[in-house]
C-alpha cells in the first residue's frame, strides 16, 4: 500500500458527461501527479500540483483540469468526455516538487466512458 | 515523440531464469531513472532507480546497468520467479526542472514454472 488514495476506483458514464476524480496524497507529501494509462498511449503524465499551485503540465487536453486543495487533496475534472478518454488515471505524489524523484502511485481509478 | 523507448514488449521467461528489460532514451538531461512495476489492478510502484553517476545499482535479485554514452539502460532479474509475473516500466526525468515522469511502453513479464 502507497499510502495515496483515489476514489471512485470505478466510473462509468456517457459521452458528453462530466465527471471528478479524487486523489489524497501520503501524509506529508506536497506534490500530487496525475498521469493516464491508455493501451494505445500507455502512462502519460498529465499535471503537477505542489503545495496548491500547479508546476508542470504534460499531455492534458483543455476539456480537463485539475486542482490542489489547501489540504493537499486533488481532484481532476474530465469534461465533454469522449470514448477515447476511458482509460486508468493514476494520481501520485512525492514530498518535494519532485526534484528528488519518488512518486508513489495510487491505485487508480478507472473510467469507462459509452 | 517517444523519449524513452523500452523493450521487448512481452517476455516470458521460466523460473530460475534471467528477466532483461532493455531502455534507451534521448534526453540528455534526464538524471533520473526509475523503474516500476505494476501488477494488474494496481498502480506502478518504485522497483529500484539508478542516477547517471553509476554504472549499476542492485537490489536484492533486481540490477540496473546503466550506460550513459549509448544513453541505455536496463533491468536484469535474477532468479526469476512467478511472483514477479508484472509489467514493468523504465522511467525518466530529469531532476530540478519541471519533474515530468516519462515512461517506456512497458514489457510484460510471464515468468513460467
Known sequence: DSGVTQTPKHLITATGQRVTLRC??????????????????????????????ERAKGNILERFSA??????????????????????????????????ETQYFGPGTRLLVL | QQQVKQSPQSLIVQKGG?????????NTAFDYFPWYQ?????????LIAIRPDVSEKKEGRFTISFNK????????IMDSQPGD????????????????????TGTRLQVTL
Open chain 2, 18 to 26: 534471467i528477466s532483461i528489460i532493455n531502455c534507451a532514451y534521448e
Open chain 2, 85 to 104: 509475473s508484472a509489467t514493468y516500466f523504465c522511467a525518466a526525468l530529469s531532476t530540478g526542472t519541471a519533474s515530468k515522469l516519462t515512461f517506456g
Open chain 1, 67 to 100: 486542482q490542489q486543495f489547501p489540504d493537499l487533496h486533488s481532484e481532476l475534472n474530465l469534461s465533454s468526455l469522449e470514448l477515447g478518454d476511458s482509460a486508468l488515471y493514476f494520481c501520485a505524489s512525492s514530498a518535494d516538487r519532485g526534484e528528488t
Open chain 2, 38 to 46: 505494476q501488477f494488474p489492478g494496481k498502480g506502478p510502484a518504485l
Open chain 1, 24 to 53: 489524497s496524497p501520503r501524509s506529508g507529501d506536497l506534490s500530487v501527479y496525475w498521469y493516464q494509462q491508455s493501451l494505445d498511449q500507455g502512462l502519460q503524465f498529465l499535471i503537477q500540483y505542489y503545495n496548491g499551485e
Open chain 2, 69 to 76: 554514452s549509448a544513453k541505455q539502460f536496463s533491468l536484469h
